[in-house]
C-alpha cells in the first residue's frame, strides 16, 4: 500500500499563533513530499515542494518565511504556519512520491485550518 | 506550461446511470503522465489511475474506464452504473516525466442521487 497520514486534520487557532501539519509516509520512504492549498471549491495549488535533507522548493507567490517546511527524515514532512492570520484559513494537503515508483503521488487526508 | 481542462463544474446524475468526465489538456512534452483522483467529501485525494503518453490503450477497472486519446488531448472517464458512494469531485492531472509537479484540471464535481 502507499498510505499517507496527515495530521491535525482540524485546527483552529488565534491569529497570531503559529501551528504545524505533520505529513507522514507510514509505508513507504519518500524522498519527495508536495505542500498544497485549497480553498473551496477550487482546485489544488501547489506551495512548495519539499525534499528529504535540503531546502523546499516554493512557488511564486509563496512566502517561505511564512510557510515553514522541514523534511528532516524519509518519512515526515512539517509545514509550519507562522504568525497565523484569518486569510491563512484554509485546507492544506500533503502528498508524497514513493521511492522507486515514478511520478505518483500519494495524498493525505489534508488539514482544515481555522485562524480567528 | 501544461494545462489541464475540466469544462464540466458539476454533473448530477440518478444511481445507475453512467457519467462520463472529460479532461483535455496541454503540454508541448512528449513524454508524459495523466492522472484521475477523486476527492471525497472526507477531503482526502484518492489516486484512481495514471497513463503514460505512450500508453493510449484504454483501461477499464470495475466500474471505471478510461479513454485516452492523444489526437485530441483527451483523457476521460466514465463511471459506469454510478453509485451514490461515487459523489465526489474528480480531478484530472498531468505532470511530466522530468517533473514530479502536477498540474492539476479545476475539478468536477459529481453528485449521485438516489
Known amino acids: 500500500g502507499a498510505v499517507v497520514s496527515q495530521h491535525p486534520s482540524r485546527v483552529i487557532c488565534k491569529s497570531g499563533t503559529s501551528v504545524k501539519i505533520e505529513c507522514r509516509s507510514l509505508d513507504f520512504q519518500a524522498t519527495t513530499m508536495f505542500w498544497y492549498r485549497q480553498f473551496p471549491k477550487q482546485s489544488l495549488m501547489l506551495m512548495a515542494t519539499s525534499n528529504e535533507g535540503s531546502k523546499a522548493t516554493y512557488e511564486q507567490g509563496v512566502e517561505k518565511d511564512k510557510f515553514l517546511i522541514n523534511h528532516a527524515s524519509l518519512t515526515l514532512s512539517t509545514l509550519t504556519v507562522t504568525s497565523a492570520h484569518p486569510e491563512d484559513s484554509s485546507f492544506y494537503i500533503c502528498s508524497a512520491l514513493k521511492d522507486g515508483e515514478k511520478n505518483i503521488q500519494y495524498f493525505g487526508a489534508g488539514t482544515r485550518l481555522s485562524v480567528l | 506550461a501544461q494545462k489541464v481542462t475540466q469544462a464540466q463544474t458539476e454533473i448530477s446524475v440518478v444511481e445507475k446511470e453512467d457519467v462520463t468526465l472529460d479532461c483535455v489538456y496541454e503540454t508541448r512534452d512528449t513524454t508524459y503522465y495523466l492522472f484521475w483522483y477523486k476527492q471525497p467529501p472526507s477531503g482526502e485525494l484518492v489516486f484512481l489511475i495514471r497513463r503514460n503518453s505512450f500508453d493510449e490503450q484504454n483501461e477499464i477497472s470495475g466500474r471505471y474506464s478510461w479513454n485516452f486519446q492523444k489526437s485530441t488531448s483527451s483523457f476521460n472517464f466514465t463511471i459506469t452504473a454510478s453509485q451514490v458512494v461515487d459523489s465526489a469531485v474528480y480531478f484530472c492531472?498531468?505532470?511530466?516525466?522530468?517533473?514530479?509537479?502536477?498540474?492539476f484540471g479545476a475539478g468536477t464535481t459529481v453528485t449521485v442521487r438516489a
Open positions: 492531472a498531468l505532470s511530466l516525466a522530468n517533473d514530479y509537479k502536477l498540474s
